[in-house]
């Protein structure tokens, strides 16, 4: 990307040029494979969150964007797109609405593959729309199953009819480079809500939040839920039966034995 300084913002009227090249981005990325994702398609991101917690990794709930569909789920790879603060010399947004073609904006969709999902960092910005009708048409028919803004998208009244399941912060009528920020790199890391989102990573996402995945420890992420899950199943059944809840819930060291017990009688079946 060529960026011409404004030269009414100098004394002299010119600025030299940036010593940077625009879009900033890294390499692709393997995603994960699609076994996987179907293991993780029956884990909510509750469950993922409470796992990743055992495991040690803490810092995995994005907070702040709300799903814009009820009932709306989605498990898959990460793309990432990065906005960051503009400056005068590098990037400004005052006429520069269509030079967002050739940012980091368009540039990801060009690398959206069919599962993909897209997390944006855009520091819950209420004056940037990283993305609008037109972009979100394409990011969907390119296959892309889900983004997830750090920050607010535009054109909303048309957006809600592409059925797109997104995760937002909120609407704004502005373009994506017309307030403070512009879209700077995609496939890098980025900061979504104070949580690390690296190319790749897995993310599940559903009325409760998002929560990324690392991509080296998701194959965990399924086993343990297995295991989880499963007493759970005997303890919401025994609580159904009238059982108590500190036997249950979680299980007390008679539970467990009880539930052992059950378990080898379903296996025996």
Sequence with gaps: MTIEPDSSTAPNGTLPPP?????????????????????????????????LHRLGIRQTFIEGPKATIPGAKVVGSLLTLQFMPQREDVASGITQEYSERFSALWAVLEQVRAGDILAIQA???????????????????????????????????????????????????????????????????IACSRVLVLPGDLVIADEDGAVVIPRQVAPLIVQHTLAHEDWESFSRMRMQEGGALNRYYPLSAEGQQEYESWRRDQQAK
């Design 123 to 189: 520091y819950g910005d209420p004056y940037t729309g990283c993305l609008g009708e037109m972009l979100i048409t394409y990011f969907k028919a390119q296959g892309g199953a889900g983004i997830i803004v750090d920050g607010y998208i535009r054109d909303w009244p048309r957006v809600k009819s592409i059925e797109m399941p997104l995760w937002v912060r909120g609407f704004t009528p502005n373009y994506a480079s017309q307030a403070s920020l512009f879209p700077w790199a995609y496939n890098v890391p």
């Design 19 to 51: 010593d940077i090249r625009l879009p900033v981005h890294g390499d692709d990325f393997p995603r994960a494979d699609s076994a996987l994702i179907e293991q993780l398609r029956s884990v909510s991101s509750a469950t993922a969150s409470a796992m």
